[in-house]
């Protein structure tokens, strides 16, 4: 399923999208299990509480905010990087809007859906990383942390939600058992996934805009 050999570009953009849409369905279980969000969404949610925003549309502010940050170091983002700022924020709002899920009505069925928040997200993430067509934001900057230093994905991670965790709260974000969870877990369960499919992040070779222009000019001469 995931040899990139094997799969021509319409199909790793299909499983790119499939990513996407999972990683929204991951931070909307964290949102209805109504324990506390995710790290990222106690941020986005400070965000939204002081901004005339939604949590999708505070998702996909943050999203560009650290595409120019990563730029400036000459981290440039890749296609998958853009779609992934953009489309994640989308498909959450959409979910929201749709009532497709709601808040178990047992403190067991919470924590049920927040331990399968960190799996879903987990998976999504991996799934659209995995295709090498660039990093979401947020990921990119995780993968080359990872890269740059001796420390392993799920430790960086972790140390990335922690920050934001905090900056969120102090907004007045959502903080509760779940996001203790999640920060707990987030790490490990990212990197157990990596394992199961036996995939190693750091080497990923995430494809950016400049090797796509550098590569159409150089079909072209």
Partial sequence: MLNLKNDSKIIRYIKLMIGLFTCSVGQNLFLYCDLGMNPWNVFHQGLSLHLPMTLGQASQ????????????????????????MYFVGFFTDIL???????????????LIMCISGVVVLSTGMFLYMSQELGAGPRDGLMLALTQRTRF???FIRNIMEITVLIIGIIMGGKFGVATIISSLLAGPVLQTVFKIFKRNPKELKQENLMDIYRRIKLSSN
């Fill in 152 to 154: 392993k994905v799920g």
């Fill in 61 to 84: 502010i943050v999203g560009l905010i650290i595409i120019l940050f990563c730029m400036f170091f000459k981290i440039f983002p890749g296609v998958a990087t853009i779609l992934n």
């Fill in 96 to 110: 929201i809007k749709s009532n497709v899920m709601s808040t178990p009505g047992t403190l067991v069925g919470k």
